[in-house]
């Protein structure tokens, strides 16, 4: 049986959770919060999801190196389309 989020919330599964993890940036993030949540298995709100894309699209901004950029760019596509969009 699949968990049911409440409207306005998002499962993010713990391998993409993972991803996110991966780039958080402390804590006090929003991808902080995404990842852990995500990793233990709890609804997520898309407006979260949408902070992390924004910190997440300002590391990329600012990134110098090309393959992180790639990996970076994947998990921020992933994560706009569990916040639809």
Request: net charge positive; aromatic share 4%.
């Amino acid at each position: 049986m699949t968990k049911r989020c409440p409207r306005g919330s998002v499962l993010i599964g713990q391998r993409l959770a993972l991803r996110v993890l991966d780039w958080h940036g402390g804590q006090g993030h929003p991808s902080y919060a995404v990842g852990s949540s995500g990793y233990a298995g709890r609804c997520v709100s898309k407006a979260l999801v949408r902070q992390a894309i924004t910190e997440f699209k300002n590391v990329l901004a600012t990134s110098s190196k090309l393959a992180p950029k790639k990996s970076l760019a994947r998990v921020i596509a992933a994560l706009e389309k569990k916040a639809g969009g």
